[in-house]
């Protein structure tokens, strides 16, 4: 299984982007979901999760501003990103904790990563 994260492009400051990631394969489901960045010179850093039971939390430095979802049908995650900043551009990863078969063990897959560029 790999998780193709789509998205990501370049927006000005102030605009909004909303990114994808869904299991390329059939799976069982999805349990915790996160979304991570990474800028250039930086360290990974934490964004945005939710639980299997919807328990959203964020990074302060998004609250407010970006959205995590899914959609289960799809077995989609999303992150709507809005008032986005220069701050805000990286290379976002989306983080899944998939179960591919009914009763399989839980693992934690990652996106490919797509960039997100906020101009000033």
């Known amino acids: 299984v790999q998780l193709q994260a789509s998205g990501g492009g370049l927006v000005q400051a102030g605009g909004s982007l909303k990114l994808s990631c869904a299991p390329s394969?059939?799976?069982?489901?999805?349990?915790?979901m996160a979304w991570y960045r990474q800028a250039p010179g930086r360290q990974r850093e934490w964004v945005a999760a939710r639980t299997s039971g919807g328990a959203t939390n964020y990074a302060d430095s998004v609250k407010g501003r970006f959205a995590i979802s899914r959609d289960n049908a799809m077995n989609t995650v999303y992150l709507q990103m809005n008032s986005l900043k220069p701050e805000d551009t990286a290379v976002y990863y989306c983080?899944?904790?998939?179960?591919?078969?009914?009763?399989?063990?839980?693992?934690?897959?990652w996106g490919q990563g797509t960039q997100v560029t906020v101009s000033s």
């Open positions: 394969g059939s799976i069982f489901s999805i349990n915790n």
């Open positions: 983080n899944l904790e998939l179960r591919v078969v009914s009763g399989g063990r839980k693992r934690e897959y």
